[in-house]
């Protein structure tokens, strides 16, 4: 048996069948903090005036939202960071570090005091909560989403590793779900006093469990345990294997900028309703349950696609009707202004997104050798994420508020669904490559 051989068959021992609470384990950290940033998302309003209070509302909220990207700079970071030491150490360690980074941005988010009662240094604070937070997710894609194609049985690693877009979808309607709930039960007074920290809350309660699941994962980087030592002896190497692969770490950050910005777009339709279509608030919060579900039925159904029928056209063809739909749903949304008109828009940006981000997640990953797949996917996600989801919200905030252009949000989609399909048209086709090991 070939060294290679006897490694891959040692990995598949080692992590012996796989079971819904090893792949549960592996989309906890994302989901949480999937759920923490669409909390702060539609919470953005209310977090705005708690922290940092303006001359008027417009000025508070762009100051919210700017923060919500702070956290994105630190992404990079991360991926560089926790993705090498993934490479390194194994994915398990890895994934447990960064479930205790979620654990501390959480904590700082629900219990800091509000500018009123501490002055600066509540802003202070928030900023640096998004910086830690921003940290852990830069580290926690490369190496989950590295674990669930590892994971996977021939033929399904496209639906394996959907699961991480797929667990953005549950955590954003149980967000969405708590959202409405506390503005059904609370005043708007209620909801600004200490009503928006109550998710917050929520979300810590479930990082134990987290925590646990992750601790009874197997490891599957074969060098994570005898050959650790060599791999951070050759530093050189590894560099040069990400310089073999730029060119496809490029492509990757330009799938992952249309991606992330029709994503956060999605994510910005309950602020878009609240401060551009004056919807209640009550109904406003429906686009964030309409975009959990989007997100977890169409990521599901877009990685068995990918399996199926290939990775490039079940990445291309939803891509495709983004470019074409999004501007008339838009005139449509803004027509109309209505619950059923702002769910459709919802589930349309959230679902072919998803479809087409799932069959993404898999490309990459199987294109990469293992000692710098969670690294080079870090890096690139980290990257495109950092570029352009810290700023989507920031600049169609600004766009529309300077502007008075309701339809920026469509032409931002449009715009880079241009250059996201170039980029997939151009990038190789994996489903039916072998996986090193």
């Known amino acids: ?69 702070v956290g994105f700079f630190t992404r990079p970071l991360g991926g560089i960071v926790i993705g090498a030491f993934a490479d390194r150490a194994g994915r398990r360690p890895a994934m447990l570090l960064t479930i205790g980074l979620i654990t501390v941005g959480t904590m700082g988010l629900a219990l800091t005091p509000s500018y009123d009662s501490i002055g ?19 580290g926690e894609v490369g190496p989950s989403t590295s674990f669930l194609i590892e994971i996977a049985p021939p033929g399904k690693r496209g639906l394996y590793s959907s699961w991480q877009l797929a667990s953005q979808g549950v955590s954003s309607l149980a967000a969405g779900i708590v959202g409405m709930t506390m503005s059904a039960l609370l005043t708007k007074a ?33 060098h994570g345990d005898g050959a650790a030592a060599h791999a951070a002896a050759v530093p050189v190497a590894r560099a040069a294997l990400l310089r073999d692969n730029a060119w496809l770490m ?25 401060t551009v279509l004056k919807l209640p608030a009550t109904v406003s919060m429906a686009a964030t349950a309409a975009f959990g579900v989007a997100t977890f039925v169409f990521s599901l159904l877009g990685g068995w696609l990918s399996d199926r029928f290939g ?58 050798p293992p000692q710098v797949r969670a690294l080079g996917l870090a890096i690139t996600y980290a990257i495109g994420v950092s570029l352009f989801g810290g700023t989507t919200q920031f600049v169609i905030t600004w766009l529309i508020g300077t502007m008075h252009n309701p339809m920026a949000p469509a032409w931002y989609v449009v715009g880079t669904s241009v250059v996201t399909a170039l980029a997939m048209l151009l990038l190789p086709e994996s489903r039916d490559r072998t996986l090193e090991r």
């Open 190 to 222: 209620q909801l600004q006093a200490w009503g928006w920290r109550v998710p917050f809350a929520l979300g810590l309660l479930l990082i134990p469990m987290a925590l646990y699941l992750r601790r009874q994962m197997p490891e599957t980087l074969e």
């Open 250 to 274: 490029t492509l990757s950050v330009l799938i992952v900028l249309g991606a992330t910005v029709s994503t956060y777009i999605a994510l910005y339709m309950t602020t878009f309703a609240i």
């Open 311 to 368: 990775r490039k056209p079940a990445m291309l063809i939803p891509r495709l009707v983004l470019l074409f739909a999004t501007y008339p749903a838009f005139v449509l949304l803004t027509g109309q202004k209505d619950l059923a008109t702002l769910v459709g828009v919802t589930v349309l940006l959230a679902g072919a997104t998803a479809a087409s981000g799932a069959a993404g997640m898999a490309v990459l990953p199987e294109l990469l």
């Open 120 to 138: 600066m240094a509540a802003p202070v604070i928030v900023v640096l909560c998004r910086l830690v937070q921003g940290v852990a997710l830069g």
């Open 1 to 69: 048996m070939s060294t290679t051989t006897a490694q891959a068959a040692s990995a598949a021992r080692r992590a012996g069948p796989v079971s819904r609470s090893v792949v549960a384990a592996t989309v906890a950290g994302n989901a949480l903090e999937f759920y923490d940033f669409v909390t702060y998302a539609f919470f953005a309003v209310y977090i705005g005036h708690a922290f940092f209070p303006a001359a008027t509302p417009f000025v508070s909220l762009l100051t919210s939202v700017a923060v919500f990207g």
